[in-house]
């Protein structure tokens, strides 16, 4: 079983504001404008969660405080970086282990990737 949940923020507003004025810099702004960045995690489990299991896989996700994407994300171009395939990021690693300490073994792996929201024209 595979789940997939969208998180909060990525990049704080002064990083995202770097990352604008870099895409400003590179003359690309006129085609394509960065509206938000969310983290995305990618739960591999071994059996089902109960619904208790859950909201507390949710908690340690930090997905009960405001997770979501942009309003208009339906309409808006994705672009989603994660790890190389057939590797295990180091914070894959922690939070995993993390996740089976905390009475969670039914968790066999979590992944984060980061999604960039753009506005193409």
Do not use: N
């Amino acid at each position: 079983m595979f789940l997939t949940y969208t998180g909060k923020s990525a990049l704080s507003s002064f990083r995202l504001e770097k990352l604008r004025a870099a895409i400003k810099a590179a003359a690309l702004d006129e085609y394509i404008s960065l509206e938000a960045t969310r983290h995305w995690y990618f739960a591999s489990l071994k059996s089902e969660l109960s619904e208790a299991d859950e909201k507390l896989l949710d908690r340690l996700l930090g997905l009960d405080e405001g997770a979501g994407g942009p309003r208009e994300a339906d309409k808006l171009t994705r672009l989603l970086v994660v790890p190389r395939l057939g590797t295990i990021s180091p914070w894959s690693s922690k939070a995993t282990e993390i996740a089976q300490h905390c009475a969670l073994p039914a968790v066999a792996r979590i992944e984060r990737g980061v999604v960039y929201y753009f506005k193409t024209r």
